[in-house]
């Protein structure tokens, strides 16, 4: 089992920053891909960002290419996403997920999930 959590979500002016973290507990955070999805209210959960598990590639929905990173600290068991140059579509619950070895992009690959964290973009 992998344990997930998330902070950092909360409300920002369009054009501002935010930098969402997720602690992962459990087993060895090393073995996993891990990846940023989030939901809006009414949709779909959506791909957002994926890591390897070695930090070494990094994949990203269009819509926020050059606007998001993702980066991961596997001696911290943490992986973050900096959220820059936001846009009111960006307004979404954020949930950090993990899956063994290989990244993916459908939110049904992944066998673990955090609990989310609200981020919200005012015009």
């Known amino acids: 089992q992998v344990q997930l959590v998330e902070s950092g979500g909360g409300l920002v002016q369009a054009g501002g920053s935010l930098r969402l973290s997720c602690a992962a507990s459990?087993?060895?955070?090393?073995?996993?891909?891990m990846a940023w999805f989030r939901q809006a209210p009414g949709k779909e959960r959506e791909f957002v960002a994926a890591i390897t598990w070695s930090g070494g590639r990094t994949y990203y929905r269009d819509s926020v290419e050059g606007r998001f990173t993702i980066s991961r600290d596997n001696a911290r068991n943490t992986v973050a996403l900096q959220m820059n140059s936001l846009k009111p579509e960006d307004t979404a619950v954020y949930y950090c997920a993990a899956r063994r070895v290989a990244v993916a992009t459908a939110p049904s690959d992944y066998n673990y999930w955090g609990q989310g964290t609200q981020v919200t973009v005012s015009a």
């Open positions: 459990g087993r060895t955070f090393r073995d996993y891909a």
